[in-house]
């Protein structure tokens, strides 16, 4: 059997110089590049969010759009090569879910890696953006406002290292269970560590502002405000909304969830809660002010709090069972209660800045480097 002999090394790079200087330069291909897709229609968006791989960027024209089914994907993409979802250069991009079924979600994503900035969400049938079992994810300024149920959710077990930053989420109501399930922020059914809220703006939605039902993991929760959470404007006669800032717990579940920097105000329930957690829940130089329950409702867990202001609200400032850790606190002996620069929340509704972090204020401070949220 006959068989061709290779060619020295040599001769092949000879070849190929002979080759340039016959045919002109010689171009070598590049690493393959991550895809920039660029999406103008609803179809176009639901394609590429479902078809994404490791480092994809799905840009979104400017627009309101309105899909007929549950934009999904369940690509994942890595640490060193996320998939990104975001507007085009500074377009405002809404995706409306009017155009959904009953019952329909407008976003659910059941992957890994991906960062997701600066759109909004509104007037979904139910959820509007859910995150299921998924790891790894960045949620930049991203705004859910006057759906059907809970506003942003994370659900599902490993859901592990997550941020959610900047979120406003507001006006969620679930008619058919007359205010009982939309909060603004859910974190509910499931575990996974590593998660964390950060900056977020929680308010006027019929249930809580953030609620932790039956997780079974810490979340650490920083710079966050809830207010406003349970209140009928909904004119439901049978309304049930909790009305809670945090619900920091439920469903027999012991975790030590960590709040710090945080505020709760004019929230129909009380402002930070337990909800049967006998976890070493940690609350930190945070503020309550003028809920219409307690500022701070710990009566049967072991909770840490430490340098928290509690002010004007309804059924007093704490109730706190025997193995909570109360030190610092302005209920606590010695602790002054320090005066607020200004209890008009008006600029709390204002433009976020530049960076997306909280508006500027001078509600609720105190000008205090010890006690109470620093209200940014």
């Given at each position: 059997m006959s068989r061709t002999a290779a060619r020295p090394r040599g001769t092949l790079l000879a070849l190929t110089v002979l080759a340039a200087s016959v045919a002109g330069p010689v171009v070598l291909a590049s690493p393959a590049q991550a895809a920039t897709v660029v999406v103008s229609t609803a179809t176009e968006l639901a394609s590429a969010v479902k078809n994404a791989a490791p480092g994809t960027v799905i840009q979104v024209r400017g627009g309101t759009y309105r899909p007929t089914a549950t934009l999904q994907s369940t690509a994942n993409g890595t640490a060193s090569a996320p998939i990104r979802l975001e507007p085009y250069g500074s377009e405002s991009v809404v995706i409306d879910g009017s155009g959904l079924p009953a019952g329909a979600w407008i976003f659910k994503l059941t992957a890994d890696y991906w960062t997701v900035s600066n759109l909004t969400f509104q007037n979904s049938p139910d959820s509007a953006v859910v995150c299921t079992s998924c790891t790894g994810t960045v949620w930049n300024r991203i705004t859910t406002r006057n759906g059907?149920?809970?506003?942003?959710?994370?659900?599902?077990?490993?859901?592990?290292?997550?941020t959610v930053r900047n979120l406003d989420s507001y006006g969620h109501y679930d008619a058919a269970n007359h205010g009982e399930n939309a909060d603004g922020l859910a974190i509910k059914f499931g575990s996974g560590s590593g998660n964390l809220i950060t900056g977020a703006r929680l308010f006027d939605n019929s249930d809580d502002g953030v609620d932790l039902w039956s997780w079974s993991s810490p979340v650490t929760i920083e710079h966050t405000w809830a207010w406003g959470n349970g209140r009928n404007r909904w004119s439901d006669s049978a309304f049930a909304g909790d009305g809670n800032g945090y619900k920091l717990g439920g469903d027999g579940e012991v975790v030590a969830h960590v709040v710090n920097n945080s505020a709760a105000w004019s929230n129909a329930g009380n402002g930070f809660t337990e909800n049967s957690n006998k976890g070493a829940i940690v609350i930190n130089r945070t503020t309550a002010y003028a809920n219409g329950k307690w500022g701070y409702y710990l009566a049967t867990g072991a909770a840490r709090l430490g340098r928290n202001l509690a002010v004007g609200n309804g059924s007093g400032l704490?109730?706190?069972?025997?193995?909570?850790?109360?030190?610092g606190n302005n209920w606590d002996s010695g602790i002054a209660t320090p005066a607020f620069v200004s209890t008009n929340p008006a600029t709390a509704y204002g433009a976020r800045k530049a960076d997306g972090s909280l508006p500027a204020t001078t509600f609720l401070t105190t000008g205090s480097t010890t006690i109470g949220s620093t209200m940014n």
């Open positions: 059907g149920d809970s506003g942003f959710t994370l659900t599902g077990a490993d859901t592990n290292n997550n704490v109730n706190k069972g025997s193995s909570v850790v109360s030190s």
